[in-house]
């Protein structure tokens, strides 16, 4: 209860910041809508040309699709901010202020802001989805929903354990301006569908990295109904991926030299 109330403290600090940039808010936000729609648009523009890819017809490409902006927009919107700035305080030497707090550093230092126009197009994204599921004609039971729900959440999981792997390596790196763009290359990949991947691709990207897993699996929920083998698929990816992430940042905490060390 501790850590939900420092949350909602931390939260209310966000939305009056944000509120006191009004125009830094709404233009940020529409950069953010921009690149949504031109991900929209290159699907309009490859299906007027073909009526499937990897079996994926146009509107189940475009549920896969809003599935990956919906994970991608709560990381942006929950954690992105935050672990961008970590690795800049373990530089620096400002991590002390989080060891110094009464409270697990990696919780204290995850939840300080909120990116409120990343966090906002999740709406936009939302809306895709449902657009997609209607033009479908799925009608989902209430365990699918709630399915789809623990997936998107899974993927969150996912994305934020990679994420942070990344930013740890900053304990021994120094700097990881470079390697945090990875993510955002690996993650591309989570807007194709999984069948397109074949030989020493489909290894790389659906079996040892969870690139495709987090949005293939919460999509296929929806279009094909609730899977059992998929759902305890995507759990094990979840657990390993956040075991590791982990283990990764408690071992870069012991060799992080304060600021006054």
């Given amino acids: 209860m501790d850590y939900i109330r420092i949350w909602l403290a931390c939260a209310?600090?966000?939305v009056v910041r944000t509120m006191m940039f009004r125009f830094d808010f709404i233009m940020w936000a529409l950069v953010e809508f921009f690149w949504m729609g031109v991900n929209l648009l290159l699907i309009q523009v490859v299906y007027d040309h073909t009526d499937s890819i990897a079996g994926w017809s146009k509107y189940q490409m475009l549920l896969?699709?809003?599935s990956s902006m919906l994970?991608?927009?709560?990381i942006m919107g929950f954690v992105w901010t935050n672990l961008f700035e970590m690795a800049r305080n373990i530089r620096t030497?400002?991590?002390d202020f989080f060891l110094a707090q009464p409270g697990n550093p990696l919780i204290m230092v995850s939840t300080r802001k909120l990116d409120l126009?990343?966090?906002s197009n999740a709406v936009v994204a939302?809306?895709?989805v449902i657009y997609a599921a209607n033009r479908l004609g799925i009608d989902p039971s209430l365990l699918d929903l709630l399915a789809y729900a623990a997936m998107i959440f899974c993927g969150f999981l996912i994305n934020y354990a990679?994420?942070?792997i990344t930013v740890s390596l900053t304990f021994w790196l120094g700097a990881a301006q470079g390697i945090e763009g990875s993510y955002f290359t690996l993650m591309e990949f989570s807007r194709l569908p999984r069948q397109a991947f074949k030989g020493a691709a489909g290894v790389l990207f659906v079996w040892i990295l969870p690139a495709v897993v987090?949005?293939?699996v919460p999509a296929s929920t929806l279009i094909h109904g609730f899977s059992l083998t998929n759902a305890c698929w995507l759990l094990a990816v979840t657990v390993f991926w956040m075991s590791l992430a982990l283990f990764v940042f408690n071992r870069g905490l012991r060799r992080y030299a304060s600021a006054s060390s």
Wanted: hydrophobic letters at 50%.
């Fill in 12 to 14: 209310r600090y966000s």
């Fill in 64 to 66: 896969l699709v809003g």
């Fill in 71 to 74: 994970v991608q927009r709560f």
């Fill in 93 to 95: 030497g400002h991590f």
């Fill in 117 to 119: 126009d990343g966090l």
């Fill in 126 to 128: 939302t809306a895709v």
């Fill in 162 to 164: 990679i994420l942070l």
């Fill in 214 to 216: 987090v949005s293939n």
